[in-house]
């Protein structure tokens, strides 16, 4: 039978604990983004946004807060990949978690602007300095820029999704199919949010190339919460990287 010490320190546990956290980040970033704010925000119309989110503020708070836990889970998973990855190579672990760390950084900095939008409508001081349609243009301008924001962070994730789908395939103890299936998410990142900066007229041509993360991020999700690693493999991966 398994001790507590075992339990605690089994990659298997922390397999499990990152699919479960994965899985948060999945299903509350697809509400936030396909639910919420895809339904408030009417682009190019800034007075019907405005008015959108003051009949469903809550709704907007609720948003709000989802996207803070999915940043929140987002931290515990880069730590916990990392300590799956290492026995693999070390240092490229490290990279691939410090550059998920800093898209979960700018994704939760950017949150401010998601928040602005109700600063600017709730603020009294605001609505006696700007005309309603000022007021609106700023609110529009506010959920743009947190439009962008997330893909500015997104340049980041893609390059940690590049380096932990060659960790994935080179591990042993993972399918070599979901390590090539997460660095081509990754791929598909940095070509959408670089099309979006650099070209973007031609956003909305590249956007079906998401489809690639989400089947990626899900098949990694599920893997780790159903069926974890060969834990023999990560085992005798960590002995060779401890002894070399």
């Given at each position: 039978m398994m001790t507590n010490a075992t339990l605690e320190t089994s990659?298997?546990?922390?397999?499990?604990?990152?699919?479960?956290?994965?899985?948060?980040?999945?299903?509350?970033?697809?509400?936030?983004e396909m639910f919420v704010r895809s339904t408030l925000i009417v682009a190019?119309?800034?007075?019907?946004?405005?008015?959108?989110i003051m009949a469903s503020e809550g709704l907007f708070r609720a948003s709000f807060a989802a996207d803070s836990i999915m940043a929140l889970s987002d931290v515990a998973v880069a730590v916990l990949l990392y300590?799956?990855?290492?026995?693999?190579?070390?240092?490229?672990?490290?990279?691939?978690?410090?550059f998920r760390l800093m898209q979960t950084a700018v994704v939760a900095l950017n949150l401010l602007h998601h928040y602005a939008a109700l600063l600017l409508l709730n603020g009294g001081a605001y609505a006696a300095a700007f005309d309603p349609p000022q007021l609106h243009a700023l609110v529009a301008l506010a959920l743009?820029?947190?439009?962008?924001?997330?893909?500015?962070?997104?340049?980041?994730?893609?390059?940690?999704?590049?380096?932990?789908?060659?960790l994935i395939a080179r591990s042993g103890y993972f399918p070599r199919a979901l390590g090539i299936?997460?660095?081509a998410a990754g791929l598909a990142y940095l070509i959408g949010s670089y099309t979006l900066f650099l070209a973007p007229n031609y956003a909305e041509t590249v956007a079906p190339i998401y489809v690639v993360p989400l089947i990626s991020e899900v098949a990694l999700c599920l893997w780790l919460l159903l069926?974890?690693?060969?834990?023999?493999?990560?085992?005798?991966?960590?002995?060779?990287?401890?002894?070399a």
């Open positions: 990659p298997q546990v922390y397999a499990r604990i990152a699919g479960g956290l994965y899985l948060i980040i999945i299903v509350f970033g697809i509400w936030s190019g119309d800034a007075a019907a946004t405005a008015g959108n300590v799956l990855l290492r026995p693999v190579n070390r240092t490229l672990a490290l990279v691939a978690a410090a743009d820029v947190h439009a962008h924001g997330y893909d500015l962070g997104l340049l980041f994730f893609g390059v940690s999704c590049l380096v932990l789908g060659y299936l997460v660095a069926r974890g690693l060969n834990v023999e493999q990560w085992e005798k991966r960590l002995g060779a990287a401890g002894a």
